[in-house]
């Protein structure tokens, strides 16, 4: 960072590729194949505008003075109520309700981390959460998921002051963690006392098969009453209704619950009560259900077109899984001179953004990858973008 202010250290370890690749959405021209964003057509604009309009005139309190730090008492039970079932008992001391996932992230560093605490993190890792917890100084022991071998939960978390995967779909890679994964991670989660984050933006959004248990269900099922065990799920409106009212909530044991409302007090008091009463309204009246059916329709499309246009164009340059839903395509470089920060630059020349694999990796080192969003482009666009790509990526082999 270019500055003679005293700004803080952690400031100078950002990382430059992520500042780019967000800022390309405002260029002209530019196909975005770098972001995580919604569409935005099938968001339910007239009926939300209909329930903030009534929250403040009907519910003024509630919408327009503060909140309690831990939310609106009906929306912590309507959450709970959601997550219920035969084995998960929940109320709302196992419910916070947080600005965004993102602000849970950031809290649980704020109650979890001391200077160089340790995460056990899924790699690659979600780039918000590295950023979250970069002030905090954070050492890294990774973990590879992908592959046949018999993933080692145990090691992995034991003596980590916190574990940290997003089991369906992850952001960047577009994995699914599979079932004997998930139990094992529960295993070691409840045999080693660390807690596990299990954060889920993208669970709704299975395009090929019905969803696998979450990590909560799994822990829960151990154990009898409201749940108090080490895994602390995550949730979000933004992939499943409309990001810009910044709700998330946080479903841990009643003490996690606690110690993050501490965190939270000290950082924004509380969330929007209008947006509470919003996501409130939205979850009584299914809402989410009901844009659920023709978000899925639309994204299931992009994800065939992106995948037959990557097929069609990038076969040679690049190797992928295709993903069972969320929104992102992990792609591998073949040829081990691609370096994708410097595919970005090139990238962006022949009009197309894709994210490089260094932003999520906490020391920058992977640089053989790409992470391509299929959620937010007409296919027109995808095909184009994944066209503009190939010439760059053989644009730039040719330099090397
Ligand atoms: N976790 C993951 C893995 C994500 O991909 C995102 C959104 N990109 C978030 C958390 C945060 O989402 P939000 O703050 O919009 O709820």
Same mark, same amino acid.
């Given at each position: 960072?270019?500055?003679?202010?005293?700004?803080?250290?952690?400031?100078?370890?950002?990382?430059?590729?992520?500042? @780019?690749? +967000?800022?390309?959405?405002?260029?002209?021209?530019? #196909?975005?194949?770098?972001?995580?964003?919604?569409? $935005?057509?099938?968001?339910?604009?007239?009926?939300?505008?209909?329930? =903030?309009?009534?929250?403040? /005139?009907?519910?003024?309190?509630?919408?327009?003075?503060?909140?309690?730090?831990?939310?609106?008492?009906?929306?912590?039970?309507?959450?709970?109520?959601?997550?219920?079932?035969?084995?998960?008992?929940?109320?709302? &001391?196992?419910?916070l309700?947080?600005?965004?996932?993102?602000?849970?992230?950031?809290?649980l560093?704020?109650?979890? /981390?001391d200077?160089?605490?340790? @995460?056990?993190?899924?790699?690659?890792?979600?780039?918000?959460?590295?950023?979250?917890?970069?002030?905090?100084? $954070?050492?890294?022991?990774?973990?590879?998921?992908?592959?046949?071998?018999?993933?080692?939960?145990?090691?992995?978390?034991?003596? %980590?002051?916190?574990?940290? #995967?997003?089991?369906?779909?992850?952001?960047?890679?577009?994995?699914?963690?599979?079932?004997?994964?998930?139990?094992?991670?529960?295993?070691?989660?409840?045999?080693?006392?660390t /807690?596990? #984050?299990?954060?889920?933006?993208?669970?709704?959004?299975?395009?090929?098969?019905?969803? /696998?248990?979450? +990590?909560?269900?799994?822990? =829960?099922?151990?154990? #009898?009453?409201?749940?108090?065990?080490?895994?602390?799920?995550?949730?979000? +409106?933004?992939?499943?209704?409309?990001?810009?009212?910044?709700?998330?909530?946080?479903?841990?044991?009643? &003490?996690?619950?606690?110690?993050?409302?501490? =965190?939270?007090?000290?950082?924004? @008091?509380?969330?929007s009560?209008?947006?509470?009463?919003?996501?409130?309204?939205?979850?009584?009246?299914?809402?989410?259900? &009901?844009?659920?059916?023709?978000?899925?329709?639309?994204?299931?499309?992009?994800?065939d077109?992106?995948?037959? %246009?990557?097929e069609?164009?990038?076969?040679?340059l690049?190797?992928?899984?295709?993903?069972?839903?969320?929104?992102?395509?992990w %792609?591998?470089? @073949?040829?081990?001179r691609?370096?994708?920060?410097?595919?970005?630059?090139?990238?962006?020349?022949?009009?197309?953004?894709?994210?490089p694999?260094?932003?999520?990796?906490?020391?920058?080192?992977?640089?053989?990858?790409?992470?391509?969003?299929?959620?937010?482009?007409?296919?027109?666009?995808?095909?184009?973008?994944?066209?503009r790509? =190939?010439?760059?990526?053989?644009?730039?082999?040719?330099?090397?």
């Open positions: 960072m270019i500055s003679k202010r005293p700004f803080a250290k952690w400031l100078g370890d950002t990382n430059e590729v992520t500042r @780019i690749f +967000l800022a390309a959405g405002e260029i002209p021209d530019m #196909i975005n194949l770098a972001g995580g964003l919604p569409e $935005p057509s099938v968001w339910p604009a007239d009926i939300i505008a209909d329930m =903030a309009y009534k929250a403040v /005139l009907e519910n003024t309190e509630e919408a327009l003075a503060y909140s309690p730090i831990e939310g609106l008492p009906r929306l912590r039970d309507v959450i709970a109520e959601r997550y219920n079932n035969n084995e998960t008992k929940l109320t709302r &001391d196992n419910v309700v947080t600005t965004g996932g993102m602000q849970a992230l950031d809290l560093g704020k109650i979890m /981390l200077e160089g605490g340790l @995460i056990a993190g899924q790699f690659p890792t979600y780039l918000g959460a590295l950023d979250a917890w970069r002030p905090r100084k $954070p050492s890294y022991r990774p973990m590879h998921l992908e592959g046949n071998k018999k993933f080692d939960a145990h090691a992995a978390l034991e003596g %980590a002051k916190f574990g940290y #995967i997003v089991p369906n779909f992850s952001n960047p890679s577009g994995f699914l963690v599979p079932l004997e994964t998930r139990k094992s991670f529960v295993d070691a989660a409840h045999a080693t006392g /807690l596990l #984050i299990e954060d889920d933006p993208y669970g709704t959004l299975y395009l090929d098969g019905p969803p /696998l248990p979450r +990590l909560l269900d799994l822990s =829960a099922k151990r154990q #009898i009453g409201p749940y108090d065990g080490p895994i602390v799920y995550l949730g979000t +409106l933004s992939k499943m209704l409309v990001p810009g009212l910044r709700i998330g909530w946080v479903i841990g044991a009643p &003490d996690v619950i606690t110690a993050l409302t501490l =965190a939270k007090q000290g950082s924004d @008091i509380c969330t009560g209008l947006c509470q009463k919003i996501a409130q309204e939205a979850f009584s009246q299914g809402l989410i259900e &009901d844009i659920l059916a023709p978000t899925l329709s639309i994204y299931k499309t992009r994800r077109v992106l995948c037959d %246009a990557m069609a164009n990038l076969s040679e690049f190797q992928w899984t295709k993903p069972q839903g969320g929104m992102f395509v %792609a591998q470089a @073949i040829d081990p691609i370096d994708t920060n410097l595919l970005l630059h090139t990238a962006m020349d022949c009009g197309v953004c894709v994210s694999s260094s932003a999520f990796d906490p020391s920058g080192a992977n640089k053989n990858s790409i992470r391509i969003n299929f959620t937010l482009n007409e296919p027109d666009k995808l095909n184009v973008g994944i066209k790509l =190939a010439t760059a990526t053989r644009r730039l082999l040719a330099e090397s």
